[in-house]
């Protein structure tokens, strides 16, 4: 199975909207709780650990880049 990084919902922005409403009114370690409990979930359905890679490979390239875009606009 590869990596699908084009988006699978019909309503992409309902899906968004699902997650940030999971988060009001959590604390930051809550909500830091939160997304670690849905990452395990989700890395446990998807049950590829070679695609479990690629997204955290993936992921950690995204914050790299925001990190020294962020560092370019100051």
């Known amino acids: 199975m590869a990596l699908s990084t084009d ?34 979930i989700l890395a446990n359905h998807i049950g590829d650990l070679a695609v479990l890679r690629e997204a955290i490979a993936l992921a950690k390239r995204r914050m790299v880049a925001d990190d020294q875009q962020q560092q370019q606009q100051q």
Not at 32 to 40: G, I, P, S, T
């Open 7 to 40: 988006s699978n919902f019909t309503k992409p922005d309902d899906a968004f909207r699902a997650i940030v409403e999971a988060h009001r009114g959590l604390s930051d370690a809550q909500s830091a709780d939160l997304d670690a409990a849905l990452v395990l």
